[in-house]
C-alpha cells in the first residue's frame, strides 16, 4: 500500500499537533517474524519506533513495504500519546469534581441524618462503659 503526500501531510500536521519532533524518536527497521515464508525473513519491515520523552515503544509489521509500517507506527504514536493525554484530562477533571463534591455544603436533610447517626453511635458507645460499682469505691 503506497502512503499518499495527503496522508504524510495530515500525519506531519498532528505530530506537530502533539509537539513529537524527530529528534525525541530511535527509529529501527529489524527484521520481520511470523508467517510470510522466506521473504519476510530476509527483508527489514518491520518498524520500531521508541518516544524517548515517554518510552513509548511501537513495533509494526502489517504491511509487506517499510514506507507503510513506518507511516502505521507514526500514527500508532500519534494515537497513544492523544490517549494519554486525554486520560490526563480526565483525571484532572475528576479530580476538581471530587474537591468540589467534597467542599459542597451539606442539605439540611442530610445533616440531620449525619448526626442522628453520630447520636447512635454515641449511645452504643456509652453502653459499652464499664459498669460502676458505687458500694465498691
Given amino acids: 500500500m503506497i502512503v499518499t503526500k495527503e496522508k504524510t501531510i495530515a500525519l506531519q500536521k498532528r505530530m506537530k499537533a502533539l509537539h513529537i519532533h524527530d529528534d525525541d524518536l530511535i527509529e529501527k527497521f529489524i527484521l520481520g517474524s511470523g508467517t510470510g515464508g522466506q521473504k519476510i525473513n530476509k527483508t527489514s519491515s518491520c518498524v520500531y519506533l521508541k518516544h524517548i520523552p515517554t518510552g513509548i515503544q511501537i513495533k509494526c509489521q502489517q504491511a509487506r513495504s517499510r514506507e507503510y509500517n513506518r507511516y502505521l507506527a507514526l500514527s500508532a504514536l500519534c494515537n497513544r500519546l492523544e490517549k494519554k493525554a486525554s486520560d490526563e484530562i480526565q483525571e484532572k477533571i475528576h479530580l476538581k469534581e471530587k474537591i468540589r463534591r467534597q467542599n459542597k ?27 460502676k460499682n458505687h458500694d465498691e469505691s
Avoid at 455544603?105 to 459498669?131: D, I, P, V, Y
Fill in 105 to 131: 455544603k451539606r442539605t439540611f436533610s442530610n445533616q440531620e441524618k449525619m448526626l442522628e447517626g453520630k447520636r447512635l453511635r454515641s449511645k452504643t458507645k456509652t453502653l459499652r462503659a464499664r459498669f
